[in-house]
């Protein structure tokens, strides 16, 4: 299985300032035939069901503000709410799905300093 | 609107069988992939299984293979997982999710459901 660590576990950032995670993978997740990168991140609050965020690594899913933005490629990847809001308080989680199982990070804690 | 709103959780005894399910509204459950998604209490994000939407191929995470069965009904929009020989560590909400892309095996999910908590304790 691919093995996907995040870091941090948890961050406090003050409003209105940037927000970054890290996601790394144990393998590869750029499939060459596509120049694609297999790789979702997620946002899930308590009591809610997970939101996608963006998927292909940098795609943001339709409805989702332009404040998150994914990047990278092959093993390492970001995501960064440039502007933190107070809506933005959750866990988040990367995902691979370039093989089967789909695996996650262990989740980081995005909270308000 | 897309809807998937699951039901079934609840406490069962170790060793014991539940058998979840997932309705889906606001689109055709035929024309996607389907899958569940766990997560354990303090714990993060497993996925479970899988279901094609044509051919009905299906998969399943190492630690529940041969104890879960996923399967659909198209004609209700239903999803279903049956879970039997159930262990403590099972003990989790458990989502059902649908797929953003059509491919033969699981991708990245772009609906939820709020979740139904399955407890295994004696």
Sequence with gaps: DIVMTQSPDSLAVSLGERATINCKSSQSLLYSSNNKNYLSWYQLKPGQPPKLLTYWASTRESGVPDRFSGSGSGTDFTLTISSLQAEDVAVYYCQQYYITPPTFGQGTKVEIK | ?122
């Design chain 2, 1 to 122: 609107e897309v809807q998937l709103v699951e039901s079934g959780g609840g406490l069962v005894k170790p060793g014991g069988s539940l058998r979840l399910s997932c309705a889906a509204s606001g689109f055709s459950l035929s024309s996607y992939n389907m899958n569940w998604v766990r997560q354990a209490p303090g714990k993060g994000l497993e996925w479970v299984s899988y279901m094609s939407s044509g051919d009905g191929i299906m998969s399943y995470a190492d630690s529940v293979k041969g104890r879960f069965t996923i399967s659909r009904d198209n004609a209700k929009n239903s999803l279903f997982l049956q879970m039997n020989s159930l262990r403590a560590e099972d003990t989790a909400v458990y989502y059902c999710a649908r797929d953003l892309f059509v491919r033969q095996w699981p991708t990245t999910f772009d609906y939820w459901g709020q979740g139904t908590l399955v407890t295994v304790s004696s």
